[in-house]
């Protein structure tokens, strides 16, 4: 059995693994590349495989960099079984969709403003491209063996988000483990990732693996934040992503006003995404901690926001009020006219609840640019800057050690992906000292190993 690692290596970006065992091929998940322009062009280079040749995909969850690059293998000729976890089938087929509606509207923004380089600006995928992809999702339930004909699949939840799940294959005689993005232990929303089952090899993840987060609550911490703003009679801006980010603010934010910490003012969520991930998170609440009863209780702490005139309208008004729009990163999305609107007054908050990526407008404001491009032009941001990183979805490098050496016995290899070259060394330093595993950092360039 081998593995060629074809994203997410070096990086914490674009995830897509290439199993080869026998004559089976089997591509573990097929993320975009995010962050930095020199990994979003890897997006459009050809394909080092042949998508015909492939007998099946296993995603991990739904975000868009383990998910995202699904669309173009689909339009490339791949007709396969895309096999999921349930909440994962309900999660993809909208955020696939979004990513194509995005792109088509940031290409036609290109053209009608004339800032592109290229003649005649095309997106990635389309929202067709996107919809094509729903009819090949195949779910399946977790802790269920699956055979794929040569091999075999077991999901086990790794936290994270809604339906996220490591990936066990067994084929070859051998047994590989992929960890996916695992979850922290005591998320609010999502419940622990279990341990790893008995493997021979172990993929796994090391996103924070030189970090660990910080200890204060996420109540807390959001009351001093909202205390700051409403002082000053501000705007609380939140990127947040669609699944998962948006979901556990909501909640925080029900807290922190269940508790009399912070006056209530109005909150908005302005993400038809995010609202139809809400949907699904009340549907699918056995993957959660929360009843029915709690997350519908936390969820109406906000009024929806799904048109574009209401959207707008929300540039008009003034503080007090917080305001939820994706996307994470600042990457899109409806959150990049908000901040036009109100990033230039200093009585205003961005509020970053989640990892930056190199080369995204987040990031570029967490390092202190006083100004950020958007839709052609530079919107000077005189408002305050902060973070919540207690909200991380990643376990951090406590969190990855405790669950890499649960393991009922030690594997023989463990290589370490999605993560930053720093991250991935100090991962797997503390590995090898404290659990005598032989460890690599994955590289870069679709190099294949030989799992023996």
Same mark, same amino acid.
């Given at each position: 059995m081998?593995?060629?690692?074809?994203?997410?290596?070096? %990086?914490? =970006?674009? &995830?897509r693994?290439?199993v080869t065992? *026998?004559?089976?091929?089997? #591509?573990? $998940?097929?993320?975009?590349?995010?962050g930095?322009?020199?990994?979003?062009?890897?997006?459009?280079?050809p394909?080092p495989?042949?998508?015909?040749?492939?007998?099946?995909?296993?995603?991990?969850?739904?975000?868009?960099?383990?998910?995202?690059?699904?669309?173009?293998?689909v339009?490339?000729?791949?007709?396969g079984?895309i096999?999921?976890?349930?909440?994962t089938?309900?999660?993809a087929p909208i955020?696939?969709?979004?990513?194509?509606h995005l792109?088509?509207?940031?290409t036609?923004?290109?053209?009608?403003k004339?800032?592109?380089?290229?003649?005649?600006?095309?997106?990635?995928y389309?929202?067709?491209?996107?919809?094509?992809?729903t009819?090949?999702?195949?779910?399946?339930p977790?802790?269920?063996?699956?055979?794929l004909?040569?091999a %075999?699949? =077991?999901? &086990?939840?790794a936290g994270h988000?809604? *339906?996220?799940?490591?990936? #066990?294959? $067994?084929a070859?005689?051998?047994?590989?483990l992929?960890?996916?993005?695992l979850?922290?232990p005591?998320?609010?929303l999502?419940p622990?990732?279990?341990p790893?089952?008995?493997?021979?090899?172990?993929?796994?993840?090391?996103t924070y693996?030189?970090?660990?987060?910080p200890?204060?609550?996420?109540?807390?911490a959001l009351t001093?934040?909202?205390?700051?703003?409403?002082?000053r009679?501000?705007?609380?801006m939140?990127?947040?992503?669609?699944?998962?980010?948006?979901?556990?603010?909501l909640?925080?934010l029900?807290?922190?006003?269940?508790s009399g910490?912070?006056?209530?003012v109005?909150?908005?969520?302005?993400?038809?995404?995010?609202?139809?991930?809400?949907?699904?998170?009340l549907?699918?609440?056995?993957?959660?901690?929360?009843?029915h009863?709690?997350?519908?209780s936390?969820?109406?702490?906000a009024?929806?926001?799904?048109?574009?005139?209401?959207?707008?309208a929300l540039?008009q008004?003034?503080?007090p009020?917080?305001?939820?729009?994706?996307?994470?990163?600042?990457?899109g999305g409806?959150?990049?006219?908000?901040?036009?609107a109100?990033?230039?007054?200093?009585?205003?908050?961005?509020?970053l609840?989640?990892y930056?990526a190199?080369?995204?407008?987040?990031?570029?404001?967490?390092?202190?640019k006083?100004?950020?491009k958007?839709?052609?032009?530079?919107?000077p941001?005189?408002?305050?800057?902060t973070t919540?990183d207690?909200?991380?979805?990643?376990?951090?490098?406590?969190?990855?050690?405790?669950?890499?050496?649960?393991?009922?016995r030690?594997?023989?290899?463990?290589?370490?992906?999605?993560?930053?070259?720093?991250?991935?060394d100090?991962?797997?330093?503390?590995m090898?000292?404290r659990?005598?595993?032989?460890?690599?950092?994955?590289?870069?360039?679709?190099?294949?190993?030989?799992?023996?």
């Amino acid at each position: 059995m081998n593995v060629s690692f074809l994203g997410a290596a070096g %990086t914490v =970006t674009g &995830s897509r693994h290439l199993v080869t065992a *026998g004559t089976k091929r089997i #591509l573990v $998940d097929c993320g975009l590349f995010q962050g930095l322009k020199t990994l979003r062009l890897r997006n459009r280079e050809p394909l080092p495989f042949d998508p015909h040749g492939l007998d099946a995909v296993i995603l991990t969850h739904a975000h868009l960099d383990h998910s995202g690059f699904l669309p173009v293998l689909v339009k490339e000729g791949y007709s396969g079984p895309i096999y999921c976890t349930e909440p994962t089938a309900d999660l993809a087929p909208i955020l696939l969709s979004d990513s194509g509606h995005l792109q088509e509207e940031d290409t036609r923004w290109a053209r009608k403003k004339g800032f592109s380089r290229h003649k005649e600006p095309a997106p990635l995928y389309t929202e067709e491209d996107a919809r094509a992809v729903t009819p090949l999702l195949r779910p399946v339930p977790v802790g269920e063996t699956v055979d794929l004909g040569g091999a %075999t699949l =077991t999901y &086990s939840l790794a936290g994270h988000i809604l *339906g996220a799940a490591s990936v #066990l294959l $067994d084929a070859d005689g051998g047994r590989v483990l992929f960890s996916g993005d695992l979850g922290r232990p005591a998320d609010l929303l999502i419940p622990a990732p279990e341990p790893p089952p008995e493997a021979d090899w172990v993929v796994m993840e090391s996103t924070y693996g030189d970090r660990e987060h910080p200890t204060i609550h996420p109540v807390d911490a959001l009351t001093l934040i909202m205390r700051r703003t409403l002082r000053r009679g501000g705007i609380l801006m939140v990127p947040a992503f669609s699944v998962g980010r948006a979901q556990l603010m909501l909640y925080v934010l029900s807290r922190v006003f269940a508790s009399g910490a912070a006056p209530r003012v109005p909150v908005y969520l302005n993400s038809p995404m995010a609202i139809d991930v809400t949907g699904i998170y009340l549907r699918h609440d056995t993957f959660h901690r929360r009843t029915h009863e709690e997350c519908a209780s936390a969820f109406s702490v906000a009024e929806y926001v799904r048109s574009v005139e209401e959207s707008k309208a929300l540039n008009q008004r003034r503080g007090p009020m917080v305001i939820l729009a994706g996307a994470g990163m600042l990457t899109g999305g409806r959150i990049l006219h908000h901040i036009t609107a109100f990033a230039p007054d200093p009585r205003n908050t961005l509020l970053l609840t989640g990892y930056q990526a190199q080369g995204t407008r987040g990031a570029d404001l967490l390092a202190g640019k006083p100004h950020v491009k958007i839709h052609g032009r530079s919107v000077p941001v005189r408002a305050e800057v902060t973070t919540m990183d207690g909200l991380s979805a990643h376990a951090d490098h406590s969190e990855l050690l405790d669950w890499a050496g649960s393991s009922p016995r030690p594997p023989r290899r463990v290589y370490l992906v999605h993560g930053e070259p720093r991250a991935s060394d100090a991962l797997r330093r503390d590995m090898e000292s404290r659990f005598g595993y032989t460890v690599h950092a994955a590289l870069d360039g679709g190099r294949t190993y030989a799992l023996d």
